[in-house]
């Protein structure tokens, strides 16, 4: 079964320094999604990109967060000065389509900022 | 502002146990509820997705139910496994293109 995959899984970063969390979406599907989990609190929402252009940010997703397309298979997320509290599991996800269509999610990306 | 809660936090049953899970939401302009299993330093797996239009949909032993007037949704475990321990967690789809989580079931099932 097709699956979203994530890499790297764990991440281990400087405060202050760029990140870049990749993401290969299930290849038919066309909305794409990054999730955060920080340890103990609830899975949060970041980000929704479809049609080459993001369609829903949340407040936590700030000018220092960027979402890209690059090609037509992987996802990713930068965040270009990281700090202590961005450290949490970064979940990418897909889905085919909107409102009748379940979110697949990858297994995460652990990010430990220093 | 919608707003997930799920009872209870935590249940440890033993195996054979029939439960019932317990979600609820502030704001019954939903597209959608999802029900999620998340396995300890793993993603989120699908497992029943209920359209707003929808009152019930059923995956083998799981069962989830949808009331949207009253903001709720159980999901149902029938004859349940050690291999359901797991953390159960719904989502909820409204007008925005995101999925707002609740804190989840931590469900531990023995033999």
């Known amino acids: 079964e097709p699956e979203v995959t994530q890499t790297p899984s764990h991440q281990v970063t400087q405060m202050g320094q760029e990140v870049i969390l990749r993401c290969v979406p299930i290849s038919n599907h066309l909305y794409f999604y990054w999730y955060r989990q920080i340890l103990g609190q609830k899975v949060e929402f970041l980000v929704s990109f479809y049609n080459n252009e993001i369609s829903e940010k949340s407040e936590i997703f700030d000018d220092q967060f960027s979402v890209e397309r690059p090609d037509g298979s992987n996802f990713t997320l930068k965040i270009r000065s990281t700090k202590l509290e961005d450290s949490a599991m970064y979940f990418c996800a897909s889905s085919r389509g909107r409102g009748d269509s379940p979110l697949h999610f990858g297994n995460g990306t652990r990010l430990t900022v220093t | 502002k919608q707003e997930v809660t799920q009872i209870p936090a935590a249940l440890s049953v033993p195996e054979g146990e029939n439960l019932v899970l317990n979600c609820s939401f502030t704001?019954?302009?939903?597209?959608?509820l999802q029900w999620f299993r998340q396995d300890p330093g793993k993603g989120l797996t699908s497992l029943l997705l209920?359209?707003?239009?929808?009152r019930e949909q059923t995956s083998g032993r799981l069962n989830a139910s949808l009331d949207k007037s009253s903001g709720r949704s159980t999901l149902y475990i029938a004859a349940s496994q050690p291999g359901d321990s797991a953390t159960y967690l719904c989502a909820v789809e409204s007008d925005t293109d995101k999925l707002i989580f609740g804190t989840g079931t931590r469900l531990q099932v023995f033999p």
């Open positions: 704001d019954s302009a939903i597209y959608n």
């Open positions: 209920i359209q707003s239009s929808q």
